[in-house]
């Protein structure tokens, strides 16, 4: 496979990126220790209190190496007098640090940046973490800044991070995962695989409301040289943060990636096996469409949806709940009404997709009446259309029983007679049109989601959606 966007084999090493510019790369090819990077010459070695995470030479996809931590206690280090490139600092200074995750434990885990925090002297400033779920972050992609290295004002611990909406299995079942952050001196971004979710209202356990991605922050980072670690952070009592799971191809830029760049690599260098998207609805409890990063709409007027409390009894109800196939939530519905009566689209497709790498939508759905149906929903240069098909369950079933998931795929066809005509403007019109007059028309796929479409009334349920290449 050939993303064409950027010229770049899929089965090439990310040596090969079509992305330059790091400060730091490690693809983990040495045999042992020490790993150096690429382009500083950077020596990644033992902690003399840490054991070595294990080295897979074929661990992300064959011939590219990761590297295993166990959880417990390996890490490895820069020392803080040989970071040189690493050490960014200052109020203009920015970064970015991506790495390809996959998590083995559900441990509050750093990934990879200078983030000593030693009560005694802390050095914080810069790092890229998964799970760190005291400010909202659990299963999540973190991204955390210092100016100075110390707790932030009026809080006990450090809360500027940034984290986005999907989530990460903590077991691992949803394979290799690209996390990345970006701090360009006025704000935090978290991304994952390739796409960002904004997460503009967020109130946490001190009460306090703001934007959780992105994050502002104005007052840069802090120029004091420390250690640079992978796998862990340095705490007052030793090391910790152990990250129990797989690293691969860890690089640190000296500036913010935009959302595109972020987006090719992510294209360029995702396993073969691995979707353009993927989202499990991970989450344990009900929350708003917006806080897993997707839009909901109800009614002829397309009134949006997306910020409604969880339990609102109007005429939909959008809300991620129960167990599900993805074990820890879903996408549901739950209409008054029969007809056209709601539509929702993920907001993460901020760099548009070229149409010819996109093969199909993938979910499964578990609904409560085979009445209950959903055509897939496709934003393609600027215009939206709706699968001619309207995809239904078999059978009836339950919330609580996924043990009968049916599962769907809707091929990206380019044929007129698959699709139809969606008005949908915010605020104003959602319906559905008339089927096209000619093919799909267009390069960029945009969004894409689903519009629901029920005959009679009936509760809808989402999961395991994917978006697949060719």
């Excluded at 299963?139 to 707790?151: I, K, T």
């Amino acid at each position: 496979m050939v993303d064409l966007s950027v010229g770049v084999s899929l089965a090439a090493p990310m040596a090969s990126s079509p992305l330059k510019g790091p400060v730091a790369a490690w693809n983990f090819a040495e045999a042992a220790l020490p790993y150096v990077d690429q382009q500083n010459g950077l020596a990644l070695n033992l902690a003399t209190v840490a054991s070595a995470p294990v080295r897979k030479p074929d661990g992300f996809r064959p011939g590219v190496a990761s590297l295993a931590f166990d959880g417990t206690d390996q890490h490895l280090t820069v020392p803080a007098n040989m970071v040189g490139a690493l050490q960014m600092g200052g109020a203009a200074s920015g970064v970015t640090v991506a790495a390809w995750v996959r998590r083995r434990g559900d441990t509050n885990s750093a990934i990879a940046g200078i983030w000593p925090e030693d009560a005694q002297n802390p050095q914080r400033q810069y790092a890229l973490f998964v799970n760190l779920a005291l400010y909202g972050g659990d299963d999540r992609v973190c991204g955390h800044v210092s100016a100075d290295g110390q707790v932030t004002p009026g809080y006990p611990y450090m809360r500027d991070y940034a984290w986005n909406a999907r989530r990460i299995a903590p077991d691992g079942s949803d394979g290799w995962r690209f996390a990345v952050f970006t701090y360009d001196g006025s704000q935090i971004c978290s991304y994952l695989d390739g796409g960002f979710e904004a997460i503009p209202r967020y109130t946490d356990i001190e009460g306090q409301t703001g934007p959780a991605n992105p994050r502002p922050y104005t007052a840069g980072l802090n120029p004091t040289p420390a250690e640079f670690t992978v796998g862990a952070v340095r705490l007052t009592g030793g090391y910790g943060n152990f990250l129990h799971g797989e690293i691969a191809g860890l690089r640190v830029w000296d500036r913010a990636l935009s959302q595109a760049e972020i987006s090719t690599l992510y294209q360029a260098e995702r396993p073969l096996s691995q979707p353009l998207f993927h989202d499990a609805f991970r989450t344990g409890v009900k929350v708003p469409t917006r806080d897993l990063g997707w839009r909901s709409f109800q009614g002829s007027t397309c009134s949006e949806t997306t910020d409604r409390a969880p339990g609102d009894q109007s005429p939909e109800v959008y809300n991620f709940a129960g167990s599900g196939a993805g074990h820890g939530g879903y996408l549901a519905r739950s209409p008054s009404a029969a007809g056209i009566g709601a539509g929702f689209y993920g907001g993460f497709l901020q760099a548009p997709l070229p149409l010819q790498d996109v093969g199909a939508v993938k979910w499964v759905m578990n609904n409560a009446s085979p009445t209950a149906g959903v055509r897939v929903l496709l934003r393609i240069s600027g215009r939206w259309v709706a699968s001619t098909t309207n995809f239904h369950c078999t059978g009836d079933h339950t919330a609580q029983d996924w043990s009968e998931v049916e599962a769907f795929t809707c091929p990206l066809t380019r044929g007129a007679s698959h699709w139809r005509a969606v008005t949908l403007v915010p605020e104003e019109a959602l319906s559905l049109g008339a089927p096209l007059s000619a093919d799909l028309q267009g390069h960029a796929l945009e969004a894409f989601g689903f519009l629901c479409d029920d005959t009679v009334d009936g509760t809808l349920r989402i999961d395991q959606v994917e978006l697949v290449g060719v």
